[in-house]
């Protein structure tokens, strides 16, 4: 069987997706006229060569104005069935999947608009492809931790519809720390708690997010790699990093994927697991990601199976329901 077909029929969960990182540039367009909303493109074309990013943050300039063509509760349904049709063509049996309610209430659209279209969406690729998500709510690190609290006591309506919050947006210079009283708000209210660290900003970042937000995950975590205490505590705890390989060569943390440390810190025990972060502008899904590490850093079949195993332990479900694909991944590693 070849390495594509390999990685696809694998059960996999994926950990690490913005939606909003999911608006393929024809989507935009489509959504852009359904709206009226003015783009600053002339084409798809012209969109795909806008994405061309020196960092984290000229990447979120691009990808906060392209989130402006979400508007109604069809256009937020319509992004998060895009994604699990297609996370489900890649042999994702499990999505937890970031949204940024900040980057919508901003701009006037209530709660409910998108809480209603991406839960909608959610039940019918159930009931169609049986691939089972959840949401995980993430606050803005550029924007005040007032604003965060705030945007809590938004969401506690909605809170059924949640599994967890989450931290991202620009890293450096926006410590975890800031954030813990929407955090502490959020667990107590039975939420799972993630955060991005170590993306961009120092090892210091997933030290903080365990201490202060009680982060179960982290997200990235590449630059863990020079402090030897962070990795000691990473193996320790195996608490998990959700890595994102294709992000992390188009935002130059890596100049190449033969770069990536993600081989390195599985070999040293630290519980790693393959995700997509924004697919429609970083050149690939879930597939793309595992691909993309395989060729680039000589990763076995066992490499491939043990980083699918990661990705199921690493999700938020009950024992019962992972003991269920881990058997289907026992079953497709053996054949
Ligand atoms: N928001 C969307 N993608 C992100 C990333 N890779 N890092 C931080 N915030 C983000
Ligand atoms: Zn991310």
Redesign the pocket.
Known sequence: MDLTSFIRQLPKAELHV?IE?TLEPEMMFELALRNDIDLPFDSVDEIRRAYDFTN?QSF?DI?YQGAAVLVTEQDFYDLMLAYLERAHADGVVRAEIFF?PQTHTARGIDFSVFMDGFSRAIDDAAARWGISAGLIMCFLRHLPPEDAVATWYQAEPFIDQLLGVGL??S?VGNPPEWFAEAFRLAREAGLHAVA?AA?EGPPVYITNAVDALKAERID?GVRSEGDAGVIAMLVRTQIPLTM?PL?NVK?RVFDEIGDHNLKQLLDLGVMVTINS??PAYFGGYVVANYLAAAEGLDLSREDLIHLARNSIEAAFMSDANKAVLFDELDAVAAE
């Open positions: 913005h990182g984290l979120l990808y940024d991202d947006s890293e991005h993306e990235h994102c992000s935002l972060d924004d």
